[in-house]
């Protein structure tokens, strides 16, 4: 795997009128090489469409997919709506008397069908052999296949359809309020398995709508290759791999992915960092089979100055740099008129391919390594743990791009998965995701935790894998003062004030008590008039080989001054046991990403996420070797010698990386 893929999705609007046929025609031929492959969408708007009408557009894609070929591209169609995403242009869209996807208080999405339906069924199988049959290369499912966010519910399905298989699932009779009484129960363990249970029944539910695509397209042509498009998907169960195998059908046909999440301008560029982050979680959950993993990149509503072609063209690399192989560019307009204004695009894109096919092939599909923000399948059984499951409308995120992103904007490699973990992140209830053998293994590695994970690991009976117990918080004015622990350096009596007073931002505060000799107090917490209160952080080897720190101030935020940070890193460093493939020991707002290279060396994405130039960015390595290679965005190559050494770790410098710029250091 040497190259990057690269995609465009088209609108409707663009494809069925004449006119902006022959425009956006005349654009990709104009800008040959920008892309590999385009993907047609079926409808304009959200919910699914009429029968006949779905049918016609085929037709006539049938002959514009053949004409876009003869440029030296695939084309294929993405169907937009397969049982709906929301509530739009009801009067146009398909509108039977059949199911419609349910909330948990009998609230509908008018735009939105239930997959249990077997109306919806028939009408699933009817669509898809009609986009086979118009011999696309490829065909794209995309992320309606959902059961989270279909304004104006949020969470489906509850229908009397789904409660009478979830009925058969578990072998009792639901209704949906004994249903909601149970998934917010008062008894912690029932309320875990059910949740589980429902999840699992989650899952069946979409694998059953994969499966009816499969049959229905290999059906028509058995060599078809089928794409998914997906988001965090926790409340689905996240059972990508189960998809997967269903989607290539008996006959092994090509799967591809396309992982998406939100970053549609620029206003807040950090907010790329956390769909890179949504990506990389994705990717790591892809069998190993599937190597055509093509991030989405949507500027919806595609208004041009919504974001920059610059951050445009560094999203697809940071995307890739977290586990995607390729890009689907949705950036195009989404109404028949000309498309000069988005030339740019295409032209900037083709530029950069090179740097993305440099970053394909260094970390092809490798995992990347580093922190993990310990997480599984299972997470979203802790999504409102203490009130009701279906109370927020807000999709808790258990990731580094939320949580821990502060953590990682210092320059600590992410992991998004165990295979790449050297230190895993166990954050407030996460323990309850894991079984208590499959705990034991974590914490037989390297471990940093918050004083909430502690006490779960406490009520699990894992307490003495932490070597501390909760002693107490405080709710308001404490400051962190680091110790003259050795970990802590030329740091020792170095201060953290997050005002706790402040109360829009606030956290407890958590003192801790060692209970082992082998514990060792990292921070105090002291208060405006310097009286000690005790110790709130601190680190510690177990009997399994173990190596842990537990945090009880402000533990994944407000890490951005020079002491602190700097001791996050070499504590992060101690608990891999000096296995972290990477870390930016300079004091600078960089994000990294690590990798293994095909010849087995590490392999580092450097972003520079801040405003500032960096002049001379100080970057440690896990290496023997001398000298590394830099490559810039334009692929110019530079190299960097060896600088220094600490452990097994050289030092190399970075120079003049420019503000919301990326290199690939290798």
């Not at 735009?111 to 118009?134: F, K, L, R, V």
């Not at 391919?353 to 599984?376: H, K, M």
Request: hydrophobic share 40%.
């Amino acid at each position: 795997m040497n190259e990057s893929r690269v995609s465009f999705r088209i609108a409707v609007q663009q494809w069925e009128a004449d006119g902006a046929l022959e425009g956006l025609y005349r654009l990709f031929k104009e800008y040959a090489g920008a892309t590999d492959e385009i993907a047609f969408f079926t409808d304009e708007t959200h919910p699914p469409v009429p029968l006949d009408l779905f049918r016609s557009r085929m037709d006539r894609l049938k002959e514009i997919m053949s004409r876009f070929r003869n440029l030296g591209m695939t084309a294929g169609i993405n169907v937009l709506a397969t049982i709906g995403h929301a509530e739009e242009n009801l009067e146009n869209s398909l509108s039977e008397p059949w199911q419609r996807l349910m909330a948990p208080d009998g609230a509908v999405c008018r735009g939105c069908y239930c997959p249990s339906d077997e109306n919806m069924q028939a009408y699933i199988t009817a669509i898809y052999e009609s986009a086979a049959s118009a011999n696309p290369d490829f065909i794209w499912i995309d992320d309606d296949v959902r059961l989270y966010g279909h304004g104006p519910i949020v969470y489906g399905c509850f229908c009397d359809k789904c409660l009478s298989i979830f009925s058969s699932e578990t072998g009792q009779k639901w209704t949906r309020d004994k249903l909601l009484a149970v998934l917010n129960s008062d008894s912690l363990d029932e309320k875990l398995d059910f949740r589980r249970k429902w999840l699992q029944h989650n899952r069946q539910l979409i694998n059953g709508i994969m499966s009816l695509a499969e049959k229905a397209t290999h059906g028509i042509d058995k060599n078809l290759p089928l794409g998914f498009m997906t988001g965090d998907r926790y409340y689905e169960g996240y059972d990508f791999a189960r998809w997967a195998d269903t989607l290539k059908g008996p006959q092994n046909a090509p799967v591809m992915w396309r992982p998406g999440g939100g970053f549609y301008e620029d206003k807040i560029p950090s907010d790329m960092i956390d769909k890179a982050d949504a990506i990389g979680r994705q990717a790591s959950m892809l069998p190993d089979y599937i190597t055509d993993v093509q991030s989405e990149i949507e500027n919806f509503p595609y208004q041009r100055l919504k974001k920059s072609f610059h951050i445009t063209v560094l999203e697809a690399a940071t995307d890739l740099a977290a586990g995607s192989t390729g890009t689907a560019f949705n950036i195009l307009s989404m109404f028949d008129e000309p498309l000069d204004e988005y030339a740019p695009f295409l032209e900037k894109i083709r530029a950069a391919r090179p740097f993305y096919d440099l970053v394909v092939s260094t970390f092809q599909r490798r995992p990347c390594e580093g922190l993990w923000p310990a997480w599984n399948k299972d997470a979203y059984v802790l999504q409102q743990l203490g009130g009701g499951w279906f109370e927020s409308s807000k999709e808790i995120t258990y990731s580094c791009g939320g949580g821990l992103r502060e953590v990682f904007e210092i320059g600590i490699p992410c992991a998004y998965s165990r295979k790449g973990a050297k230190v895993a992140a166990l954050a407030g209830d996460t323990p309850l995701a894991f079984e208590k053998e499959e705990l034991k293994e974590i914490m037989a590695g390297g471990v940093i935790m918050d004083v909430p994970a502690l006490e779960r690991l406490r009520e699990m009976g894992l307490a003495e894998y932490a070597g501390f117990e909760p002693a107490g918080q405080r709710e308001d004015d404490s400051i962190e003062v680091l110790t003259d622990h050795p970990i802590n350096g030329d740091f020792a009596g170095g201060k953290r004030d997050c005002r706790q007073a402040f109360k829009w931002w606030s956290e407890t505060a958590y003192l801790i008590k060692p209970v082992s000799e082998n514990a060792q107090v990292l921070t105090n917490l002291v208060d405006y008039a310097g009286k000690n209160y005790g110790a709130t952080m601190g680190t510690f080897e177990n009997t399994l080989g173990g190596r842990v720190a537990v945090c009880g101030y402000f533990p994944w935020r407000y890490v951005h001054n020079l002491s602190k940070s700097s001791q996050v890193k070499s504590v992060i460093k101690w608990l891999s046991a000096d296995t972290l493939p990477a870390y930016v020991e300079s004091f600078e707002k960089v994000n990294i990403w690590c990798r293994k290279t095909p010849a087995g060396g590490n392999g580092i994405f450097v972003l520079n996420s801040s405003f500032d130039v960096i002049d001379d960015l100080r970057i440690h390595v896990l290496t023997d070797k001398d000298e590394l290679s830099v490559f810039g965005m334009d692929c110019n190559e530079e190299k960097s010698a060896r600088c220094g050494s600490r452990g097994g770790y050289g030092e190399f410098r970075i120079r003049n990386l420019k503000p919301w710029t990326a290199a690939l250091v290798r």
